[in-house]
């Protein structure tokens, strides 16, 4: 026997979702601190407000303290640089999982994830033995 089952749901939506994510967005290696990675938005239930300590980094893969979260106003949240280590493309990872978790005061949640590629910038040649004499003969 074959059921079919529907249901319309009408009405206010409840709950807390994060409007843009799950996202990816590239970011250029080296970024000074407080350099803008992502904004998304949170959409909250009517009369729901955020509960305080959130949004939050839940974990990061691999672990790292190189990104933080902010909120812009009420709703608006940012991900930011926090130029603790410098963000290295030739680093081991040069890309980054999030897991934004945000929690509102009637304990709805939403968590979700941002993907963060590191690109590569041309940089100078760095001479770490500032000591050493360096001779170049042309021949002609």
Excluded: W, Y
Excluded at 58 to 84: A, C, E, Q, R, Y
Excluded at 91 to 116: C, M, R
């Amino acid at each position: 026997m074959n059921c079919k089952i529907s249901l319309l749901v009408s009405g206010p939506i409840f709950g807390l979702t994060l409007e843009g994510l799950p996202a990816a967005v590239r970011l250029k290696e080296n970024s000074p601190a407080g350099t803008d990675v992502f904004c998304f938005e949170i959409d909250l239930s009517t009369g729901a407000s955020i509960a305080p300590g959130f949004p939050l980094i839940l974990n990061s893969n691999p672990l790292t303290p190189d990104f933080m979260v902010s909120m812009v106003n009420s709703t608006h949240t940012k991900i930011t640089v926090t130029g603790s280590p410098n963000l290295d493309f030739e680093s081991p990872s040069n890309h980054f999982v999030l897991q934004l978790l945000v929690v509102d005061n009637s304990k709805d949640f939403d968590l979700q994830t941002l993907t963060i590629i590191l690109t590569d910038v041309d940089e100078p040649p760095v001479f770490l033995d500032e000591t050493m004499n360096l001779f170049i003969t042309f021949v002609h």
